[in-house]
């Protein structure tokens, strides 16, 4: 298993809407789960633990995702509500609760040495299945509503650059890094 950027010749994978997931989940679609969980697992982030993941990025069309929001995402975002152990969510996909919309930092592991500016509803609506074929669904605020809408927009063939508006900031990773540390001391 490894990751799939854009500036790979086999990224299509990246632009498709992935396929929906039929329940009970065959031998395959658990295996691929599996794997997913232990590449996620051995994963690493500028910021220690990676936050998300979507069965795209590693080349499979499949609606399933992984996220986490571990305690530490506290050191560099102001708006975690809620912490979440890692986490596989099928058929993912969510609502907003209202328009507000906020604009924070995103990067991503399909688009290697970029960061920027994106803005994301504030609150939403979400439901989900888990493994075992349960449906789940609750409401997510601040960055958990992030992640979750930045992951679903993978499923959708959707990239964060695509959300970029002219107010954005966007550039470089360690230029937008550096950006983003003075700004998360002074707040």
């Known amino acids: 298993m490894q990751l799939v950027t ?4 086999n990224h299509e994978v990246l632009r498709h809407p992935a396929r929906e997931i039929v329940f009970p989940l065959n031998a395959d679609v658990m295996q691929f789960i599996q794997e997913l969980k ?3 697992d051995n994963l690493k982030s500028p910021f220690g ?3 998300g993941l979507a069965a795209t990025q590693v080349g499979k069309a499949l609606r399933i995702i992984i996220i986490q929001v571990p305690p530490e995402a506290r050191q560099i975002r102001k708006d975690v509500y809620d912490t979440l152990p890692p986490t596989v969510l099928i058929n993912p996909s969510y609502a907003p609760v209202d328009e507000s ?3 924070d930092w995103e990067g991503c592991y399909s688009v290697p040495g970029l960061m920027g500016e994106v803005y994301r509803y504030t609150e939403i609506e979400y439901q989900a299945y888990r493994e ?3 449906l789940i669904t609750g409401t997510a605020r601040g960055f958990l509503a992030r ?6 927009g993978h499923l959708n063939g959707e990239l964060y650059v695509d959300l970029f508006q002219s107010d954005c900031r966007r550039g470089n990773f360690d230029d937008m890094m550096k950006i ?3 700004e998360s001391k002074q707040g």
């Open 6 to 9: 854009i500036e790979q010749m």
């Open 49 to 51: 633990k990676p936050a």
């Open 132 to 134: 075992d074929g349960m």
């Open 180 to 182: 983003r540390l003075s």
């Open 38 to 40: 232990h590449y996620f």
């Open 147 to 152: 992640l979750i809408q930045h992951e679903v």
């Open 101 to 103: 919309k906020n604009k």
